[in-house]
Nanobody, 122 residues
């Protein structure tokens, strides 16, 4: 699976950004899709994931109620809508695809996109 992420940028505290990830190469509906992020000097951390059908969604506690993950299986895309952004959300965001069910662990994903920078200014 090839993954291409887009949509990062610079936003002020409290603002919103939407990320998108386009997948190609294999059957999209075989994969759990996830978003991870990595801030400078920190390990890559789980942010959100969505099940193959889209019926199950999972979030890092600190983003619950602010971020929404969704997928469009007809278009082979996954999106992450980020609202009420905080400076601590600043990181490079990566989309990933994996067979499941370990959606919150980087080891559960086989394919990774190139990352997109999200910067939240205070």
């Amino acid at each position: 699976v090839q993954l291409q992420a887009s949509g990062g940028g610079l936003v002020q505290t409290g603002g919103s950004l939407g990320l998108s990830c386009a997948a190609s190469g294999r059957t999209f509906t075989n994969y759990v899709m996830g978003w991870f992020r990595q801030a400078p000097g920190k390990e890559r951390e789980f942010v959100a994931a969505v099940s193959q059908s889209g019926s199950g969604t999972y979030y890092l506690d600190s983003v619950k109620g602010r971020f929404t993950i969704s997928r469009n299986n007809a278009k082979n895309t996954v999106a992450l809508q980020m609202n009420s952004l905080k400076p601590e959300d600043t990181a490079v965001y990566y989309c990933a695809a994996g067979p499941g069910p370990y959606y919150s662990d980087t080891a559960g994903y086989d394919y990774w996109g190139q990352g997109t920078q999200v910067t939240v200014s205070s």
